[in-house]
């Protein structure tokens, strides 16, 4: 079996406790960049990143060590940190000890050396600062060491093999968990398992209620075998796409003739898995964190023997069992397991685990990204971030007399950076004032730098300061995504009120973050209803040229659906009030034509409480609901239970809200939405640089801004009313400007409006 070196030492030489005390580890990217720093300092003869492979107790050792020096005859392990060195955690240096012995042994051997001396570097980010400890080990000891880790590591890939060999055959012969397929599933499931098969990126455009999820889950499953894959990601941004996902699973486990040796993950959130929120993450702290590494090798054994789905309740059972914390039980599963269930954010963000064991593994995996549409904005949230000045000036009046400088600094260089945009003084006529910057100012991120040093030494003696650790992780937060600040982001400074300052970085283009991603992986199917227009989704979210762009059948016939295109009137925000009675009339008359369950659907909160306000006035006897502004689980559950089965009454909802998409109301639950608008943004000074940006990249503003994400937002909603095949019902779309064939043109093919449909393929 082929293993990384870190990958090996990880699994075998661990020990104690889980210690996450002191300071967020240093990025993937910041390591590398503090990593080139060093190695640009050392000796002409000097070789980075040596490339290092062999042989022990059948294993085949695959990694690279940070630098190699033949004519001094040394090898080099760098390791970035932040904070006080002392402070390291033992188990931590044992582990990085272990890592460089196993390159010494592999040196040795390769070259025929008797011993070598081995130099374990470790790089302050913020102080630029080296501190290098040395040991002379001879061949002999080296090798025997790595035998120990090796043998180890050996017992458990053995066991590994077999399992990947059982799962295997039994994934080549798969059977679908039901008697036939959908109406057009079937074609979804072709495609999805030819794009696997063929290691191919393909965006999947199948309607709402083709049943998506088994029609992709199933044959990527089929060709794991046939590929074959080491991994398959199952990424959705919804937690109900978690849930479907995990039941689809289930149901196909229940249809096999045998048990299905497949191992099944489902990540949750830290928020969700934590069992004691009020702790410090370490030993000293919370028990859970106590011996972690001593406990998880039986915990492991535990988890991989479950033939369950390995889902919140089911981690959170073993984990307890062993006294480990739930939340990073799940981290080290996530490379044991063949299929995992998560949220997007656990492949695509700056600190994706399964990104980052994708990388140090090599492993081959394919990507089911759920809900594709949804991809553009959430990356954009996952590479933007913000700076506070309150939290520091709350922080500044009662700190401690070790960060009074580095404070005093920081907060001088806000006053500094407000003053040289013209915002040091508050003007009330004028309200919030917002100006963006062409560069970040270097002077405040100066500052953040020197304050980070500061805090991460004072965290080191005084750990269970949790709103340090606040400022701390914003700072942090803020000056990784400036080490990248491009042309893909927009920086911005507001001062709504004296002492609230805000300096953010705003993603615009979340393609130059993405596309590495989506390099790495083996395969991609991005699925979703709405994936129209090909060319947006490919080039905001950075696929490859080669992406093919498919759009399924639809199941549906236009005699299931009327499609109505009220344009006689405007929604434009200059003549809503004007709007407002004959929406209202509209409303009413295609309800006593029809009476049944309906939804409405506005721009706003404020168009919506209009025309709500003014139906109940004028039609008291038609039972109506309507969204509120940060309703809780209960009350979005209360708002959908009010759709029953041969029911009666109006539902008013916001589009884009938690309403308009990812909600099942089948049959006579739901006979009818009105759209009142055509879902663009606002026409504020961030959407117009936004467009302005996405015209100079890709000469697109307008439609990638506004009509693109809009129209999208409008498909969703109306996709509610038809969930299967029997289901019958009406969509009518309220403003002047779907009488535009190019706004037509975006609508569904099988609604019959007369526009051609997307021609690439």
């Known amino acids: 079996m082929r293993v990384a070196v870190k990958s090996l030492c990880e699994f075998a ?21 503090g990593h080139g720093r060093v190695q640009k300092g050392r000796e002409p003869g000097y070789q980075a990143e040596y490339p290092l492979s062999g042989t022990c107790e059948g294993l085949e050792l695959v990694g690279r060590a940070d630098g190699y020096d033949a004519t001094t005859g040394y090898i080099e392990e760098i390791k970035t940190h932040r904070g006080s060195l002392e402070r390291l955690p033992e188990a931590q240096q044992a582990l990085h000890w272990a890592q460089l012995k196993v390159y010494g042994a592999l040196l040795c051997a390769a070259r025929s050396l008797d011993s070598i001396e081995l130099r374990l570097t470790y790089f302050d980010l913020d102080r630029e600062r080296q501190t290098t400890l040395t040991e002379r080990a ?6 025997q060491a790595l035998q120990s880790l090796c043998r180890v590591y050996a017992a458990w890939a053995v066991r590994e093999q077999a399992h990947r060999e059982r799962r295997d055959r039994a994934l080549a012969g798969l059977r679908f ?61 919804r937690n109900t796409g978690r849930r479907l996902a995990v039941a689809g699973v289930e149901r196909i486990r229940q249809r096999q003739d045998r048990p299905l040796p497949l191992r099944v993950l489902v990540l949750a959130s830290r928020e969700q898995s934590c069992e004691h929120p009020q702790l410090a993450c370490h030993g000293e702290s919370c028990p859970l964190a106590r011996g972690f590494f001593d406990k998880l090798v039986a915990a492991r054994d535990a988890a991989v023997a479950d033939t369950g789905i390995l889902d919140e309740a089911r981690l959170r059972a073993i984990a307890l069992d062993y006294e480990l914390c739930p939340y990073y039980l799940a981290q080290e599963m996530a490379r044991w397991c063949d ?7 656990r492949y695509f963000d700056q600190q994706a685990i399964l990104h980052a064991l994708t990388k140090q593994n090599g492993w081959r995996v394919g990507l089911l990204v759920d809900e594709a549409h949804n991809l553009v904005d959430r990356a954009r949230g996952m590479y933007s971030t913000e700076l506070q000045q309150q939290r520091l000036l709350a922080l500044k009046r009662q700190t401690h007399p070790a960060l009074k400088r580095p404070f005093t600094r920081l907060a001088r260089a806000w006053s500094d950076t407000l003053a040289k945009q013209g915002l040091s003084r508050i003007d009330k006529a004028r309200g919030d004032r917002q100006q963006q910057l062409e560069a970040l100012p270097a002077g405040l991120l100066g500052a953040a730098h020197g304050a980070v040093a500061a805090i991460s030494d004072f965290l080191s003696e005084h750990p269970a300061d949790a709103d340090l650790q ?16 491009d042309d893909h982001s927009l920086c911005s400074l507001s001062l709504p009120r004296r002492g609230r300052g805000c300096l953010a970085i705003s993603n615009l283009i979340p393609a130059d973050f993405l596309a590495p991603r989506f390099d790495s992986a083996d395969s991609s199917l991005l699925f979703s209803a709405t994936l129209r227009p090909a060319d947006y989704h ?16 639809s199941p549906f016939h236009q005699q299931q659906l009327q499609v109505r295109l009220e344009t006689g009137i405007s929604t434009r925000l200059q003549h809503r009030q004007d709007s407002v009675e004959p929406i209202v009339q509209l409303i009413a008359a295609q309800f006593q034509r029809k009476p049944g369950n309906y939804l409405a659907y506005f721009s706003s909160f404020a168009y919506l409480e209009a025309i709500h306000e003014r139906f109940q006035t004028a039609f008291p006897h038609i039972p109506g609901w309507r969204q509120q502004p940060g309703m809780s689980d209960q009350a979005r559950n209360d708002f959908i239970h009010q759709f029953r089965e041969a029911g009666q009454g109006v539902g008013f909802a916001v589009l884009g809200g938690a309403f308009a998409e990812g909600i099942d109301l089948p049959g006579s639950r739901l006979i009818g939405v009105f759209i009142a608008t055509l879902g663009l943004p606002p026409f504020d000074p961030w959407h117009r640089v936004l467009s302005d940006r996405l015209q100079q990249r890709y000469g697109k503003g307008y439609d990638y801004t506004y009509l693109y994400p809009g129209l999208q937002k409008v498909s969703q909603a109306a996709g509610r009313v038809i969930r299967g095949p029997d289901d019958t019902g009406v969509v009518v779309l309220i403003d002047d400007r779907y009488a535009d064939p190019r706004v037509q043109q975006l609508l569904p093919d099988w609604w019959g409006l007369p526009h051609p449909s997307d021609s690439r393929t």
């Open 470 to 485: 606040q400022l701390l992780f914003e700072l942090l937060g803020f000056l990784r995504l400036s080490e990248l600040f």
């Open 177 to 237: 968990p039901f008697d036939d397929f959908r109406p057009g599933q079937r074609q979804l499931a072709e495609q999805a398992y030819r794009s696997i098969c063929t290691g191919q990126s393909v965006m999947l455009q199948a309607p709402t209620g083709i049943g998506k999820t088994l029609g992709t889950l199933f044959p990527a499953l089929m060709a794991m075998a046939r590929r074959p894959l080491d991994r398959l990601f199952y990424l959705t941004p």
């Open 138 to 143: 001879s061949a002999e000891a080296l090798w």
């Open 13 to 33: 030489a661990r020990r104690g406790d889980l210690d996450h005390r002191y300071t967020p580890s240093p990025t993937a990217r910041e390591g590398i960049e």
């Open 339 to 345: 299929l995992v269930i998560a949220d997007v954010n």
């Open 538 to 553: 490919q080039q905001l979210l950075g696929l490859p040229d080669t992406v093919r762009w498919l759009d399924v059948d």
